[in-house]
């Protein structure tokens, strides 16, 4: 079985500001974790994805995110945040084992970006 | 390069009555998957489809049913419907029968609302 939890269901940052999105999962085998954001009225764009390679992935629009397996996280950050970052962001995990290829997704965590 | 689409983009029914949602995979695609997100959650598994059969189904109940064609197109039926399956429905593509590492892309969703 698997389960996401985002911590926080809103953040605000101020626009220049460091962006730092939590998520943690629980997996019985070892996970690939994904990020996705969701802007109003649109489908889902992956931003990254940990698939066991290398624990510190870069995403696009300037986004990275660390796996950390002691912690179960892989929190998504962003140096500096843009007014266009505001959006819904979703963590989401999927699992090798036998059959098992659906995304589990968190709650989600909307990001608001101050000017 | 055509994305996933989807059609309608917004469909209202009432309660009781059956509705059916359409999606085209990006392609080269093989695998369909289909997601309903309630508001202000994040999407929950419905089930996913390869070569024509259902391969994976979520914790959904059986009046929520699906089809995979042989353009891989595929469409999701919903009979009886509920007050509660008003939801925004996503399909998402995928390739190599929907390996976990493989991405999966999101079309723009088909909002349902059931009055």
């Known amino acids: 079985a698997q389960s996401v939890t985002q911590l926080g269901s809103h953040v605000s940052v101020s626009e220049g500001a460091l962006v730092l999105l939590r998520c943690n999962y629980s997996s019985s085998v070892p996970p690939y974790l994904f990020w996705y954001v969701q802007y109003p009225n649109q489908g889902l764009q992956l931003l990254l994805k940990?698939?066991?390679?290398?624990?510190l992935v870069k995403g696009i629009n300037g986004f990275e995110a660390e796996f950390k397996k002691s912690e179960t996280s892989f929190h998504l950050t962003k140096p500096s945040a843009h007014m266009s970052d505001a959006a819904e962001y979703f963590c989401a995990v999927s699992a090798l084992d036998t059959g098992r290829r659906a995304l589990t997704f968190g709650s989600g965590t909307r990001l608001q970006v101050q000017p | 390069d055509a994305g996933v689409t989807q059609s309608p983009t917004h469909l209202i029914k009432t309660r009781g009555q059956q509705v059916t949602l359409r999606c085209s995979p990006k392609?080269?695609?093989?695998?369909v998957s289909w997601y309903q997100q309630a508001l202000g959650q994040g999407p929950q598994f419905i089930f996913q489809?390869?070569?024509?059969?259902?391969?994976q189904r979520g914790n959904f109940p059986d009046r929520f049913s699906g089809h995979q064609f042989p353009n891989y197109s595929s469409e999701l039926n919903v009979n009886a419907l509920l007050l509660g399956d008003s939801a925004l429905y996503l399909c998402?593509?995928?390739?190599?029968?929907?390996?976990?590492?493989?991405?999966?892309?999101f079309g723009p969703g088909t909002r349902l609302t059931v009055l």
């Open positions: 489809y390869y070569e024509e059969e259902e391969r």
């Open positions: 392609s080269g695609h093989d695998t």
């Open positions: 940990y698939t066991s390679a290398a624990t």
């Open positions: 998402a593509s995928s390739s190599k029968q929907g390996r976990s590492t493989d991405t999966q892309y």
